[in-house]
């Protein structure tokens, strides 16, 4: 085979390989992250929760992820992605079935706090290990393969979860076996990563020797190239200014998402009122959101790569998004099915951002480039702390959801025009090899 043809069949089977044991991975993870918006339709009655100790025990999930990011991060690199994605997935399998016993408010803040503490670092983790396995030409679309799993949890998982909500096991509350039932595949995915992933390269079994050789090659190539601009030390790539920078456009970006994201169920069954839904109707309503979600960031991610360009397309993706999510509010008042089409168009753009924004991070940053990712993702994951709780309290001091939703567009615009304009300050060109580059300016 001629280089051209060992470069597809290696990147084709790598992709075969890892992209749909990833994807399933962090699908599950999102699954349990988010469940607690459904959960809360009859778990907020049952135990007396107001929107804003929902929206507080919602968001403080990302004080405990926040504290254990950059330190897990450090951990992985001692530990090797293999054993610490494991450690992460069989440890937060067991919080989310504690999950099932709180009984208090502050049993509940607890108990999250502790979820976001033990998945703290998985996303850094599995970015990291993607780009030793991927030129960076092809991370956007890499990223975008696994990341799918974000809308296609909430498209499934919606449906699913309503269902679960609809089963008592053992006496429990639905929700309560919600909890157990979303908790168990991820305790058997994280037995099966210690025997399905390899913590390098030099370890694969599953490539021919040709294909070996060549991925080896271009991947040093690629990162001798990249350290000739700057090797970054794990330190270096926390007082980084473009890790910064993202990191507070990324903060912004996650207060809106998630402050959408946690009470979408909620917001819609309100919105939704004058159709009767019931709660299996409301699941397949939002589930198909997120259904226009992945199209939306599938093509997104793909025409990042084919262009070569990051932040515009980030940019554009959560301008869009928090237009939407203003004139939502205007349009609910004489037309709920106009407002659903927008609320659409706006959790699109928030999903349509996310993989021309993480294949930033791999086209500068190099050696402990993890803790570089650890850090954006940690700070920019405070905001799913603030939004739930912002959009909780407001909700609880006005009445409704429509000042709630004018602050999360505001943050959406504002981390958008982050991401799009002042990274480009920093000037960095990283030119990757003669046909392509993947630029920051």
């Avoid at 809308?151 to 639905?174: K, M, Q, R, Y």
């Avoid at 305790?187 to 060549?214: H, M, P, Q, R, S």
């Avoid at 997120?290 to 093509?299: E, N």
């Avoid at 799009?420 to 990283?430: D, E, R, T």
Wanted: net charge positive.
């Amino acid at each position: 085979m001629d280089v051209k043809q060992i470069e597809a069949s290696t990147v084709r089977k790598v992709t075969l390989r890892l992209i749909p044991f990833l994807f399933i991975c962090f699908a599950i993870s999102i699954m349990d992250r988010v469940n607690i918006g459904f959960a809360a339709l009859t778990m907020n009655a049952d135990l007396g929760f107001s929107s804003a100790v929902y929206g507080f025990g919602a968001g403080i999930f990302f004080i405990g992820y926040f504290i254990f990011e950059v330190p897990g991060s450090a951990m992985m690199t001692k530990w090797g992605a293999r054993k610490w994605i494991a450690r992460i997935m069989i440890s937060w399998a067991f919080i989310a079935a504690i999950m099932s016993l709180i009984k208090t408010p502050m049993q509940f803040y607890i108990v999250r706090f502790l979820l976001g503490a033990m998945e703290a670092s998985f996303y850094p983790c599995m970015v990291w290990y993607l780009s030793n396995f991927y030129q960076s030409k092809n991370h956007a679309k890499a990223i975008a393969g696994f990341m799918l799993a974000i809308p296609t949890a909430n498209a499934i998982g919606s449906p699913i979860a309503t269902v679960l909500l609809g089963i008592n096991i053992f006496g429990l509350a639905g929700w309560q076996s919600l909890f157990i039932l979303e908790g168990v595949p991820c305790l058997i995915l994280g037995i099966v990563c210690l025997f399905y992933l390899d913590d390098k390269i030099e370890n694969v079994k599953w490539l021919t020797k040709e294909e070996l050789a060549w991925l080896i090659d271009v991947t040093t190539k690629e990162k001798l190239q990249k350290e000739k601009a700057k090797r970054y030390t794990f330190i270096d790539a926390l007082k980084d200014r473009d890790v910064l920078v993202m990191s507070l456009g990324y903060f912004c970006w996650m207060t809106g998402y998630y402050g959408i994201n946690m009470f979408l169920p909620t917001i819609t069954k309100g919105m939704s009122a004058s159709f009767k839904l019931s709660t299996m109707g409301l699941g397949w309503l939002v589930g198909a959101m997120y259904l226009c979600a992945m199209i939306v960031m599938y093509l997104v991610g793909n025409h990042s790569d084919k262009t070569n360009e990051r932040r515009f397309h980030v940019l554009g993706c959560l301008v869009i998004s928090a237009i939407a999510m203003a004139v939502s509010i205007y349009v609910a008042k004489f037309s709920v099915i106009g407002a659903f089409l927008l609320l659409t168009i706006s959790v699109c753009g928030a999903f349509g951002s996310y993989s021309p924004f993480w294949a930033i991070p791999p086209s500068f940053l190099t050696g402990a480039a993890a803790g570089g990712i650890a850090l954006i993702n940690s700070i920019g994951n405070l905001g799913g702390f603030f939004g739930p709780y912002i959009v909780g309290y407001i909700k609880d001091m006005t009445g409704s959801f429509n000042a709630s939703m004018i602050f999360l567009a505001v943050v959406l615009a504002l981390g958008g025009i982050i991401i799009g304009f002042l990274i480009k300050a920093s000037g960095k060109v990283v030119v990757l090899d003669k046909e392509r580059r993947n630029t920051l300016i």
